[in-house]
């Protein structure tokens, strides 16, 4: 298995408090980690290292190495670094524009694309992200109205667009009912056979039905990584059972 994503010795710092300390760890090619933890314990802080949207707040002082493909991220321009991890957030966040004009945005941004491969483009993103049916004779609807777990899965297909290596979430399915996560979840399954996908999550279901990874973060440490059957059958520490007991968060 290829680590695609390596965290060495990360430590986070908003001024004089450290919300993720030392934290080392490696993300397989291709495969769906989720992070998980109690609320405050830095799992957004941690995506935000690994496309460096970090960057953007001021109080945030860094220590450590992260790499992706074995090159450390700063040797990346920012713009090239989020074009290969892109990230879809915890509500759904489409531009008030078409569903056309939002799945064309970034391409339009970066390349100069005949019309029609940029419709072939579109719709196998569309495909991927298991919206395509659903949009594909409506593709001038204002994006704003379509339901909640349509907006969210326009969102992956728009992260889709630049053809990232990774892509990561942020408790993407926490405003969506059982049936929308349901398809969110057969999108990511889909996804992974060809992108490494990292996922914050609250719902130990889904991680159990989507992930091959679990990390497991209290208080800016990582607790424990494993594969998600030990990490749900044997887990190794006192804190990670307790959490699953519901006794921890
Ligand atoms: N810009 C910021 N400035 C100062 N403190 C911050 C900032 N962003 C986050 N924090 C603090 O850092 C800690 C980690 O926050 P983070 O958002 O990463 O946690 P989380 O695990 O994602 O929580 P949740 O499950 O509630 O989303 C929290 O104590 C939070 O209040
Ligand atoms: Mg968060």
Known sequence: MNTVMEMKDWKVNYGEVTVLNDVNIA????RITALIGPSGCGKTTLL???NRLLDEEVSAQ??????FKDRSIKDFHCET???KIGIVFQTPTPFPFSIEKNMAYALDYHFAMDRQNKKNLISEKLKLAGLYDEVKDRMDLSA?????GQQQRLCIARSLTLNPDVILLDEPCSSLDPKATAKIEETLLRLAQEITIIIVTHNMAQAKRIANHVAFFID??????QPTNDFFNHPQKEETRQYL???IG
Not at 27 to 30: C, T, V
Not at 62 to 67: C, L, R, S, Y
Not at 220 to 225: C, S
């Open 27 to 30: 993300f397989p090619e291709n």
């Open 245 to 247: 007991e519901g006794l």
């Open 81 to 83: 670094l989020r074009q």
């Open 48 to 50: 935000k290292s690994l």
């Open 220 to 225: 800016g440490e990582l607790v424990e990584y």
């Open 62 to 67: 860094t220590q450590g190495e992260i790499t």
């Open 144 to 148: 704003t109205n379509l339901s909640g």
